[in-house]
T-cell receptor
Framework: GNSVTQMEGPVTLSEEAFLTINCTYTATGYPSLFWYVQYPGEGLQLLLKATKADDKGSNKGFEATYRKETTSFHLEKGSVQVSDSAVYFCALRSGGTSYGKLTFGQGTILTVHP | EAGVAQSPRYKIIEKRQSVAFWCNPISGHATLYWYQQILGQGPKLLIQFQNNGVVDDSQLPKDRFSAERLKGVDSTLKIQPAKLEDSAVYLC?????????????FGPGTRLTVL
């Protein structure tokens, strides 16, 4: 079955530091890949997505590239801000008979200090 | 555009009691999802509706959990009787369709504590 594995957390950084959150996946077929973000007290929000190999998703300074050869979709940001403090979830979604079900990783807590 | 609404936001009950959660999806969204998010884990799909029909309930513990979406709009998720391990955040999401390219929009969730 489908599965997503995220790097162990939590991650604590100083403002303006470089961020990488690793994500690898196992899936049949050709899934779409997503990063969701959950700010304190709010619901999950889609941060970025990529639907095919070598696609790069980007939003709000965050980027992730769909690497089929390494089955990875690592999240990066060049300079984090305090407002980026949140929980980040990597997820995949495949077609076929799964009816578009999202499969999530366990989440990575990011805390950014001034 | 109004987002996905859920109520209540918080609920505390004792084990063996029953509880119900309500979700109102984004207007016009045919597909509705209920996820369970246990602390420290990612959300896990419990049930997916397409209009008022169930598409996937393979991970719903049917001996105690039930869900309905009678008119293809609002949905309720019920737990009866609750167990300690049901303590979690219950997330409702909706999408315009069930195609895997249709974005899912999430509500704020209901945090359930079972004592």
């Amino acid at each position: 079955g489908n599965s997503v594995t995220q790097m162990e957390g939590p991650v604590t950084l100083s403002e303006e530091a470089f961020l990488t959150i690793n994500c690898t996946y196992t899936a049949t077929g050709y899934p779409s890949l997503f990063w969701y973000v959950q700010y304190p007290g709010e619901g999950l929000q889609l941060l970025l997505k990529a639907t095919k190999a070598d696609d790069k998703g980007s939003n709000k300074g965050f980027e992730a590239t769909y690497r089929k050869e390494t089955t990875s979709f690592h999240l990066e940001k060049g300079s984090v801000q305090v407002s980026d403090s949140a929980v980040y979830f990597c997820a995949l979604r495949s077609g076929g008979t799964s009816y578009g079900k999202l499969t999530f990783g366990q989440g990575t807590i990011l805390t950014v200090h001034p | 555009e109004a987002g996905v609404a859920q109520s209540p936001r918080y609920k505390i009950i004792e084990k063996r009691q029953s509880v119900a959660f309500w979700c109102n999806p984004i207007s016009g969204h045919a597909t509705l999802y209920w996820y369970q998010q246990i602390l420290g884990q990612g959300p896990k799909l419990l049930i997916q509706f397409q209009n008022n029909g169930v598409v996937d309930d393979s991970q719903l513990p049917k001996d105690r959990f039930s869900a309905e979406r009678l008119k293809g709009v609002d949905s309720t998720l019920k737990i009866q009787p609750a167990k300690l391990e049901d303590s979690a955040v219950y997330l409702c999401a909706s999408s315009i369709g069930q195609n895997y390219n249709n974005e899912q929009f999430f509500g704020p969730g209901t945090r359930l504590t079972v004592l």
